[in-house]
């Protein structure tokens, strides 16, 4: 009863703050008399408001869901815009039709800097050193890049970006930390992205994780079996060693509520380097006291769409960038794709390359 006294609620407000958008909107195309159809017009912003629940009803519907994308970019600063607009009537003596002109002027502006921000990636380098005796390399090269979300928008070109931009590092092992596909892996396979992702290439192998998406999708066997087809092995609580060099851990998402702790995946060889992914960066304590020396996640997309990137830098320690407690590097990926609305503000997609040196 409480849930559906919390739906019901939550549906009520979000009804409300689509109306007061549709009001605004309605009011500009009133001051240039273009407000002819009004049950029309509602009917299609009520429909694009819920699009994305649509898209999700049935196979038939799925283009619902690149509209209720979108629409998570129109809704948060549309908002935002319409109260500056209304702050710009009480203390301007601008007329509807100029004032709804520069909001939708700066919406514009924003879709077509969010897009670029989205679809062309940045490399950001990281050089660390680390004290580990027993390791017979001196220098390690690691690729990390989280949150690619592949499916219909973040697609097969989006992936082959990744794959020039991570062979031309030259890295030795490539880590992807969670959320590879968008919920289903269906559009991976329908899309042709195996054979973008099998060029993908490292001295010591691709790594990945599971993140909180492939458990909304419910095919994670499905999901790994992919991954291993294109060249990619998705560690599932469990640590491996690598080239009698260094280990890496790979956790399941908190998402799964009965995953190992940490220290029951505890290397044997604590001489040797020890990375561990882990998707949602929830937790950077218990790594460090159990003796991890490099901690990958992703999850935060640094917020995506400012200012998104207020409420991530209050829930976790660290929601971007690399981060140095005692003997464990931290470091946390904005991702190289996107969630929901292809659109970044205040971020940009993105991959590490991590030069460390043993001593």
């Not at 004290?131 to 097969?156: C, I, M, P, Q, Y």
Request: charged residues 20%.
């Amino acid at each position: 009863m409480k849930k559906i006294i919390a739906g019901v609620f939550i549906i009520s407000v979000y009804g409300c703050l689509t109306y007061y958008l549709g009001w605004n909107i309605k009011s500009w195309l009133q001051s240039f008399g273009l407000f002819h159809y009004p049950l029309l017009f509602w009917c299609v912003l009520f429909t694009m408001s819920f699009s994305i629940i649509i898209g999700r009803l049935h196979e038939m519907f799925r283009w619902f869901s690149i509209v209720g994308n979108y629409w998570m970019f129109i809704f948060q600063y549309g908002l935002l815009l319409s109260l500056i607009s209304q702050l710009l009537r009480w203390v301007t003596p601008l007329e509807e039709r100029q004032i709804g002109s520069i909001v939708v002027i700066i919406m514009l502006i924003l879709l077509v800097v969010g897009t670029y921000l989205a679809y062309s990636p940045v490399v950001k380098r990281l050089a660390i050193s680390m004290d580990k005796k027993e390791s017979r390399l001196d220098t390690l090269r690691v690729v990390v890049a989280s949150d690619f979300h592949l499916g219909v928008l973040a697609n097969k070109s989006h992936l082959q970006r990744f794959v020039n931009l991570s062979n031309a590092a030259k890295p030795d092992v490539v880590l992807l930390v969670g959320d590879i596909v968008d919920d289903d892996p269906k559009w991976y396979v329908t899309g042709g992205m195996a054979e973008v992702m099998k060029q993908l290439t490292s001295t010591y192998g691709n790594y990945g994780v599971l993140g909180n998406h492939e458990y909304y999708g419910k095919e994670i066997p499905k999901f790994i079996e992919e991954m291993k087809s294109s060249g990619v092995q998705i560690l599932c609580d469990e640590t491996i060693r690598i080239a009698d060099a260094f280990y890496i851990t790979g956790r399941e998402d908190r998402t799964n509520k009965n995953r190992l702790k940490l220290n029951e995946m505890r290397p044997q060889n604590n001489n040797l380097p020890w990375f561990v992914m882990n998707h949602t960066p929830d937790d950077l304590q218990t790594p460090m006291n159990e003796g991890v020396d490099f901690h990958t996640s992703g999850h935060t997309h640094k917020g995506q769409m400012w200012p998104n990137g207020f409420i991530t830098g209050r829930i976790f320690e660290v929601d971007y960038g690399y981060k140095q407690k005692e003997q464990m590097h931290a470091l946390v990926s904005s991702g190289f794709g996107f969630w929901g609305p292809p659109i970044r503000i205040g971020s940009r997609s993105e991959l590490w390359v991590v030069d460390i040196t043993f001593k």
